[in-house]
C-alpha cells in the first residue's frame, strides 16, 4: 500500500469534498486534506530519502520504536511520519452525517455508558478534553491493552503507536483544522463534528 510504506502517497478522501458539509466545508477539506496532510507526506518522503533500510519498514513500525531512528533523521521522521498517521485516522474516521454509524453500537455502546455513565456525559468530557488541548494537538478515544476506555490528548503529531493503545475516535485540534470555517471558535467545531464522527465497532 502506497499510504503506509515509502514511497508515501497523498491517500484520497473517502468521500467527496462537500460531503461533510455543514459541519466540515470543502474549503477548509481541501487545505487540510490537500495542503497540510500533503505537506506532512511530502516531508516523510524526504526524511526518508537518504535511508534505504528504514524504507522497506512500514509507517506503524517506524513510529513505534523512534529510538532505532537515526538521530540526525528522528525528529523530521516523527513530525512527518506522525503526521501522516494520525491524519490517515482523522479523515477516515469521519463520514457523511447520513452515513455513520456516528453514535456507538453494541459492546462499544455499553463501555461507554459504563465507563462515563452516559453518552452524553462521554461527548461532554471527550469535548473538555479537547479544549484543554493547549496550541497544537490531537484528543482520541483510546481501548487500552486491560480493557479500558480511555480520553487522551496528543501533542503535535505525537502518536501513541508502540503503546498498545487502539485508537477508537480521533479528532483533530490544530487550528487548521477549523480555522477557515469556525475561525478561533473550537467548541463549535467540536460541538458539530459529532455529526460526522465516525464509531467503529468492537
Ligand atoms: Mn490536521
Same mark, same amino acid.
Given at each position: ?8 502517497? $497523498? ?20 487545505? +487540510? ?15 526518508? *530519502?537518504?535511508?534505504? *533500510? $528504514? ?7 517506524? $513510529?513505534?520504536?523512534?529510538?532505532? $531512528? ?16 494520525? +491524519? ?20 462499544? =455502546?455499553? *463501555? ?6 452516559? =453518552?452524553?456525559?462521554?461527548?461532554r468530557l471527550f469535548n473538555q478534553s479537547a479544549l484543554d488541548v493547549f496550541g497544537s494537538g490531537w484528543t482520541g478515544l483510546f481501548l487500552s491493552p486491560d480493557g479500558s476506555l480511555q480520553i487522551r490528548n496528543l501533542k503535535n503529531q505525537d502518536t501513541l503507536l508502540g503503546t498498545g493503545m487502539r485508537p477508537l475516535l480521533y479528532v483533530d485540534v ?24 465516525? =464509531?467503529?465497532?468492537?
Amino acid at each position: 500500500m502506497p499510504f503506509d510504506t515509502y514511497p508515501y502517497e $497523498l491517500m484520497p478522501l473517502p468521500y467527496p469534498y462537500d460531503a461533510l458539509e455543514p459541519y466540515l466545508d470543502a474549503e477548509t477539506l481541501h487545505y +487540510h486534506h490537500d495542503k497540510h496532510f500533503g505537506a506532512y507526506v511530502n516531508g516523510l518522503n524526504a526524511a526518508l *530519502k537518504p535511508y534505504p *533500510k $528504514l524504507q522497506t519498514l512500514t509507517l506503524k513500525q517506524l $513510529l513505534s520504536r523512534p529510538e532505532r $531512528l537515526p538521530q540526525k533523521a528522528r525528529t523530521a521522521i516523527l513530525r512527518n511520519g506522525g503526521g501522516v498517521y494520525n +491524519h490517515t485516522l482523522y479523515f477516515v474516521g469521519l463520514s457523511p452525517a447520513d452515513q455513520g454509524p456516528h453514535e456507538p453500537q453494541g459492546v462499544l =455502546f455499553n *463501555k461507554i455508558n459504563r465507563t462515563f455513565s452516559s =453518552f452524553a456525559n462521554f461527548k461532554r468530557l471527550f469535548n473538555q478534553s479537547a479544549l484543554d488541548v493547549f496550541g497544537s494537538g490531537w484528543t482520541g478515544l483510546f481501548l487500552s491493552p486491560d480493557g479500558s476506555l480511555q480520553i487522551r490528548n496528543l501533542k503535535n503529531q505525537d502518536t501513541l503507536l508502540g503503546t498498545g493503545m487502539r485508537p477508537l475516535l480521533y479528532v483533530d485540534v490544530w487550528e487548521h483544522a477549523y480555522y477557515l470555517q469556525y475561525k478561533n471558535l473550537r467548541a463549535e467545531y467540536l460541538q458539530n463534528i459529532w455529526n460526522i464522527l465516525q =464509531f467503529p465497532t468492537l
